[in-house]
């Protein structure tokens, strides 16, 4: 951070501007900013490429325009801990060298949903993949929050049933 105040660029001013550009900024000193709302993540373990690369994949594998990158930030913040830093490390340097190889600098310099998409599937054999995707399932999906995008309306023991709740107001189907 002292590095940005020399400059006379606060955190605060950096994250403002990278908000207001529209893109997904990485702040630097562990935190990672998104233009959806006001929030950051703060990194520890992991880069900060490596976080970020790992919220696009989020976006990529389970993709929902109406969902703001902080629910996919909190389904991926477990992966920013010790015990998972050498499968993540490792599953971003593959991804970005499929990347490469695609023709792009890194997963995150692929601009278009369909290419980030064909360079997944070109690992989604790989049990990096197939833990991110894994745990995705539950970490976006369990966050009660996200539950009205989708007109769920959470358990319904509690409160009776579904028969006597509205079961066939359903109008998404």
């Given at each position: 951070m002292s590095q940005l105040v020399k400059q006379g660029l606060t955190r605060r001013a950096l994250l403002s501007r990278a908000v207001a550009a529209g893109a997904l900024a990485v702040a630097g000193a562990g935190f990672i900013a998104a233009p959806d709302a006001s929030w950051a993540v703060e990194v520890r373990t992991v880069?900060?490429?490596?976080?970020?690369?790992?919220?696009?994949?989020?976006?990529?594998?389970?993709?929902?325009?109406?969902?703001?990158?902080?629910?996919?930030a909190i389904a991926i913040k477990g992966?920013?801990?010790?015990?998972q830093r050498e499968m993540v490390t490792q599953g971003v340097a593959a991804l970005d060298a499929a990347a490469?190889?695609?023709?792009?600098?890194?997963?995150?310099?692929?601009?278009?949903?369909?290419?980030?998409v064909a360079i997944l599937r070109s690992l989604e054999e790989t049990s990096f993949f197939q833990t991110i995707r894994g745990g995705l399932v539950t970490g976006l999906y369990n966050q009660k929050e996200v539950w009205p995008i989708f007109g769920y309306e959470g358990e319904s023991f509690s409160q009776g049933g579904y028969i006597d709740?509205?079961?066939?107001d359903i109008d998404w189907l």
């Open positions: 880069g900060e490429h490596e976080m970020a690369t790992l919220l696009q994949m989020a976006r990529d594998i389970y993709p929902h325009d109406r969902i703001g990158d902080r629910f996919y992966y920013d801990a010790p015990e490469r190889d695609a023709g792009f600098g890194s997963y995150l310099a692929a601009g278009w949903e369909d290419d980030r709740r509205g079961f066939d």
